[in-house]
């Protein structure tokens, strides 16, 4: 019985607050019905992923090697409808998704930053300062693992972990279905979105599915790296395919594991960096796949709009690409804490890079920012809740926009 009043009187003092800060959106914003660029529509009213690399599949002209430029794409998450991504996008920035209003995936994955957030480690719900730092989600239509320590299996997996963290966002499956069926504008939405339903209310099904095609429109594959690899060789200047060539080479090996054209070859690979001053050593993929030998290993992160990224690493260990780089070069297992016996990859050796070789790395992977796609965020959300400002300004800057 306590528990019962206990849990009306909060509900009615969530309910009171929100009302107080929204005024939700009476009309529904009418859902975009094309697809996002690099997407074409099918008969079906589906976005299909188009890109030269799926002239690669079939095997011809590819290039022997792991650095091969001509090699193929892995399968992609495609077939979402145009008007499910433009759902996902209002909710992907809409804080009415997080259990107080105040904190959205974009708050954390800022389409300016590259979909990062410039810090060292997120910040959550309250100012929770969280362990790691959030990734790029430029791309993550292609991933088979989520996470640094690669511990989700699918997009849908993957956002359970925010949206129900207390630390992140702290919403519960039932508070976010109640506060979506509350706004009248997102119930019209989801009805266009997902048409073939019996009229009814938002299941969290479709809300993982619109968020998902929202994330897997994504896509960044048209950088000037891949002008090069597809033929237009003035794309790279003399610098930046030296570069490239360091970057392949089995001196430096970065290609093994940063592997085109994602620029990751999504397994996990203990490097060896120490903890950051102040933390305790994060143990990775030791603990998802219960493994000693992966003490430390992490998810090879893409090297896609890196530039944009930093800092760097799963803790936010370096602020420029020159220091991330110059890790590499300083010696197999030279931070390893003195009681940590970890097992460094193989390909992690001495390069012995010189300063010059260094900054032509830097050159090179600096040609692989492309952000043509990059969607615009909404106006207006039918929450009625405020876009962080932030987050508004620094992404309609960036790029030429599409109408998404
Ligand atoms: C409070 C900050 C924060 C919020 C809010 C947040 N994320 Fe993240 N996100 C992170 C961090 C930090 C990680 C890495 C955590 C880890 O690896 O343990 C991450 C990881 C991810 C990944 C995995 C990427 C990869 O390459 O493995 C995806 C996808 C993602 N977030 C999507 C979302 C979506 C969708 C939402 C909203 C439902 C969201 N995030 C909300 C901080 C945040
Ligand atoms: C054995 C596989 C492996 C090799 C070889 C390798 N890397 Fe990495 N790289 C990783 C992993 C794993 C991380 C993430 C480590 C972490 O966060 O703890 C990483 C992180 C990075 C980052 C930071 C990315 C981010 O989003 O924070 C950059 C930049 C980078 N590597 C560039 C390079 C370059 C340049 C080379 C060649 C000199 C190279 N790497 C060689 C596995 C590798």
Redesign the pocket.
């Known amino acids: 019985m306590r528990v019962l009043i206990f849990f009306i009187v909060v509900s009615a003092t969530v309910a009171v607050e929100m009302t107080l800060r929204s005024t939700p959106a009476t009309r529904a914003p009418a859902l975009c019905n094309t697809c996002p660029p690099g997407f074409e529509l099918t008969d079906n009213n589906l976005c299909k992923f188009r890109s030269p690399y799926q002239q690669y599949e079939s095997g011809l002209g590819n290039e022997p090697g792991v650095g091969g430029l001509k090699t193929a794409l892995p399968a992609v998450r495609d077939g979402f409808t145009p008007q499910q991504i433009d759902l996902g996008r209002y909710?992907?920035f809409d804080p009415v998704?997080?259990g107080d209003g105040t904190?959205?995936?974009a708050?954390?994955?800022q389409p300016a930053k590259g979909f990062s957030?410039g810090l060292k480690?997120?910040?959550?719900?309250h100012n929770t300062k969280?362990?790691?730092?959030?990734?790029?989600?430029w791309n993550?239509a292609f991933?088979k693992?989520?996470?640094?320590?690669?511990?989700?299996t699918s997009?849908e997996e993957?956002?359970t972990?925010?949206?129900y963290s207390p630390?992140?966002?702290g919403t519960t499956r039932e508070h976010l279905l109640e506060t979506l069926n509350g706004i009248a504008a997102y119930r019209d939405m989801f009805q266009e979105a997902f048409p073939s339903r019996a009229t009814g209310a938002i299941r969290l099904g479709e809300i993982y599915t619109a968020?998902t095609a929202f994330?897997s429109s994504l896509i960044s594959l048209n950088s000037r790296y891949d002008q090069y690899a597809h033929g237009y060789h003035e794309a790279l200047n003399k610098a930046e395919i030296e570069g490239l060539n360091i970057f392949r080479s089995f001196v430096a090996r970065c290609a093994e594991c940063h592997t085109p054209p994602l620029f990751t070859n999504q397994q996990v690979a203990v490097i060896g960096l120490a903890a950051p001053e102040g933390s305790t050593f994060d143990p990775g993929a030791q603990e998802t796949f219960h493994d000693a030998s992966l003490r430390g290993a992490f998810?090879v992160?893409?090297l896609r709009n890196i530039d944009r990224t930093a800092p760097y690493t799963?803790a936010g260990r370096f602020n420029s690409l020159r220091e991330m780089i110059a890790f590499y070069s300083a010696g197999r297992g030279h931070e390893v804490p003195r009681n940590e016996k970890l097992h460094i990859h193989w390909h992690i050796w001495e390069p012995k890079l010189t300063d010059d070789e260094m900054d032509r790395l830097v050159d090179f992977v600096k040609t692989l920012t492309d952000e043509s796609f990059m969607p615009r965020a909404p106006e207006i959300l039918p929450s009625g809740l405020a876009i962080d400002k932030n987050i508004n300004q620094k992404a309609q800057l960036s790029q030429t926009l599409h109408t998404h």
Do not use: N
Request: with cysteine; aromatic share 10%.
């Open positions: 909710l992907f998704l997080s904190v959205s995936c708050t954390c994955h957030d480690t997120s910040v959550g719900l969280l362990k790691r730092a959030a990734p790029s989600l993550v991933y693992k989520f996470f640094w320590d690669a511990r989700a997009l993957q956002m972990g925010p949206l630390d992140e966002m968020i994330e998810k992160p893409s799963h």
